[in-house]
C-alpha cells in the first residue's frame, strides 16, 4: 500500500471508529497531570486528561494533613532519591517554588511557612485542587473521569481505548503517579505502561513510610505509643533530625518517614534519643547533685521514655553516684537505640514512591522518551522522590510544567 493510500486508510478507520484527536493525551489527573494540562492548553493546545478516579487531584485534597504543603523554599536536588541525583535539576530549575506561589497566588491562594521553607496553603488543600480543576476548565481541557485505560498503542500518534471511547494524539504524557495510597486511586499502571514502552522501572518501594519493629521492640512500642520526642535517626549513611511517634506497630514521624526513604531490608535503623544533648555532659552538670539520675533526665526527655530505655537500677541512683559503668550503659541506651525493622507500613501508608520509571532513558529536559518521540513521563511515576517538606509536590509542579510548555 501507498503511504497515501495508507494515511487515507488510517484517517477512515479514525474516523469509522469515532477516534477523537487531541494535541496531548495525559494519562492522569493528579498534581502534575493537571498542572501539564493547564499549561499546554493555555497555550492553545487540545488536551484530553483521563483518570479513573471520580475526582481530579485526589491525592492533592489529602495532602499534608488537608494543609497542602505545597512547595517548599529549599527545594533543590539534595532533597531528592534517583539513581540519577542530577536529572531533576533541570526541570526544577525552570520552574522554582517562587513559579508556583506567584501561580497560585493568581488565583487566590496564600502561603504559611510552618517549618523552615515549608509552604502550605492558606485555604487548605481542597482549594488546590480545585484550583487545578477550575483552571483546566477555563483553558478548555477535556478532564474525562471515571475512565478505565483499557488499551494505550502506538508510537506516535498513540492511541487510548477507554470505556469505548477512542483517543488518539500525537503527543501522550503518562502522569499516573506511584502506587501509595491505592485508598485514593493509586495503581501500578503507570509503571506497566512504561513497560510496555520498552522503559526500564527502577523497582518500586513504599517511601515517607512508617516503619514496623517486631518482637520486644514492637512490645515497647506498643507501651509508648502516642509519644513523641525530638530524635536523630540514621540508616545508610542518611540522618534526618526530627520528631519521633511511637505508634502500636513500631515509629513514625517526620524523621522516621525521611528515614525510611533510604531505608532497606535488613538494614539497621541508629536513634538517638537526645540529639544535641550528650548524657555525659548533663552528668557532668549535675556531678555534685544528690538528685537521681532520672529526675535529670526527666529535664530533657519524656517521662514515659526513661522506664523504657534505662534500668530502674540506674534511674533511682543519685547522679553523685553514678558509675561509668551506669553512665555508659545509659549512654548507649538512649544516643544508640538500635532497631532492624521488620519492614514498613506499606503502600497504604506511604506518602510516596520510592523508584519508578528509569531517568536514564529520558531527556532531563523535556522528560521525553529518547527512543519514543512524543512520549513524556512527569511526576511521581518517575524514579524521583522527594523528602518530606513540599518537594513531592513541587517536583510534581515542575516537570509537569517542563511538559506543559512544549507540548
Ligand atoms: C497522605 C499523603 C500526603 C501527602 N502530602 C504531601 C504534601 O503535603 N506535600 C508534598 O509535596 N507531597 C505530599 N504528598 C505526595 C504528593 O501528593 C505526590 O507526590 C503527588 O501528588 C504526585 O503527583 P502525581 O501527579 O505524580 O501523582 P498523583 O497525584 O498520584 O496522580 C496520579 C493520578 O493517576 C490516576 N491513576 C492511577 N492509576 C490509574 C489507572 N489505572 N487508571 C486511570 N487513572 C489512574 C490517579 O487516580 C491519580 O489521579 C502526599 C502524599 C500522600 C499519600
Redesign the pocket.
Known amino acids: 500500500m501507498s503511504l497515501r493510500l495508507r494515511l487515507e486508510h488510517c484517517c477512515v478507520s479514525a474516523y469509522n471508529r469515532g477516534m477523537q484527536q487531541y494535541d496531548a493525551i495525559i494519562?492522569?489527573?493528579?498534581?502534575?497531570?493537571?498542572?501539564c494540562a493547564l499549561h499546554a492548553a493555555r497555550r492553545g493546545r487540545s488536551v484530553a486528561v483521563?483518570?479513573?478516579?471520580p475526582k481530579?487531584?485526589?491525592?492533592?485534597r489529602?495532602?499534608?494533613?488537608g494543609?497542602?504543603?505545597?512547595?517548599?523554599l529549599e527545594c533543590g536536588a539534595g532533597h531528592f532519591l534517583s539513581e540519577n541525583p542530577h536529572f531533576c535539576k533541570s526541570a526544577l530549575a525552570r520552574h522554582t517554588p517562587w513559579d508556583v506561589v506567584a501561580f497560585f497566588a493568581e488565583h487566590g491562594i496564600g502561603y504559611e511557612e510552618k517549618a523552615a521553607g515549608q509552604l502550605?496553603s492558606d485555604q487548605g488543600?481542597g482549594r488546590v485542587a480545585g484550583v487545578l480543576a477550575e483552571q483546566c476548565h477555563r483553558s478548555g481541557v477535556a478532564v474525562l473521569l471515571e475512565?478505565?485505560?483499557g488499551s494505550v498503542s502506538g508510537t506516535g500518534p498513540f492511541q487510548v481505548e477507554t470505556n469505548g471511547e477512542s483517543l488518539e494524539a500525537p503527543k501522550l504524557v503518562l502522569?499516573?503517579?506511584?502506587r501509595?495510597?491505592p485508598q485514593?486511586?493509586?495503581?501500578?499502571?503507570?509503571y506497566r505502561l512504561a513497560r510496555q514502552f520498552g522503559l526500564n522501572v527502577v523497582k518500586p518501594r513504599p517511601g515517607?513510610v512508617p516503619l514496623v519493629l517486631s518482637g520486644k521492640e514492637a512490645e515497647r512500642c506498643n507501651r509508648l505509643a502516642g509519644t513523641a520526642l525530638p530524635v536523630a535517626v540514621s540508616t545508610n549513611g542518611q540522618t534526618f533530625t526530627d520528631d519521633l511517634l511511637f505508634t502500636h506497630k513500631g515509629i513514625s514521624g517526620p524523621a522516621v518517614l525521611q528515614v525510611s526513604s533510604y531505608w532497606q531490608s535488613n538494614d539497621p535503623v541508629l536513634v538517638d534519643l537526645m540529639p544535641g544533648r550528650r548524657v555525659e555532659v548533663l552528668v557532668e552538670e549535675n556531678r555534685r547533685s544528690n538528685a537521681l539520675f532520672r529526675k535529670v533526665l526527666q529535664s530533657c526527655l519524656p517521662k514515659r521514655i526513661l522506664p523504657e530505655f534505662i534500668p530502674k537500677s540506674i534511674g533511682e541512683t543519685p547522679v553523685s553516684q553514678l558509675s561509668n559503668k551506669q553512665l555508659q550503659q545509659a549512654a548507649d541506651a538512649l544516643h544508640r537505640w538500635e532497631v532492624i525493622p521488620s519492614g514498613t507500613e506499606g503502600w497504604k501508608k506511604?506518602?510516596?514512591s520510592c523508584g519508578g520509571v528509569d531517568t536514564a532513558e529520558l531527556s532531563s529536559k523535556t522528560l521525553e522518551v529518547n527512543k519514543v518521540p512524543g512520549l513524556h513521563v512527569?511526576?511521581?511515576?518517575l524514579d524521583v522522590t522527594?523528602h518530606?517538606?513540599?518537594?513531592?509536590?513541587?517536583?510534581?509542579w515542575a516537570s509537569?510544567h517542563a511538559v506543559g510548555v512544549l507540548l
Do not use: M, P
Open positions: 494519562l492522569g489527573a493528579g498534581a502534575s497531570g493537571l498542572y483521563l483518570d479513573h478516579g481530579v487531584a485526589r491525592k492533592v489529602i495532602s499534608g494533613g494543609r497542602c504543603n505545597f512547595t517548599n502550605f488543600a475512565r478505565e485505560i502522569a499516573l503517579g506511584g501509595s495510597w485514593v486511586g493509586a495503581s501500578d499502571l503507570g515517607l506511604a506518602e510516596v512527569i511526576g511521581e511515576l522527594g518530606l517538606g513540599g518537594h513531592n509536590l513541587q517536583w510534581a509537569a
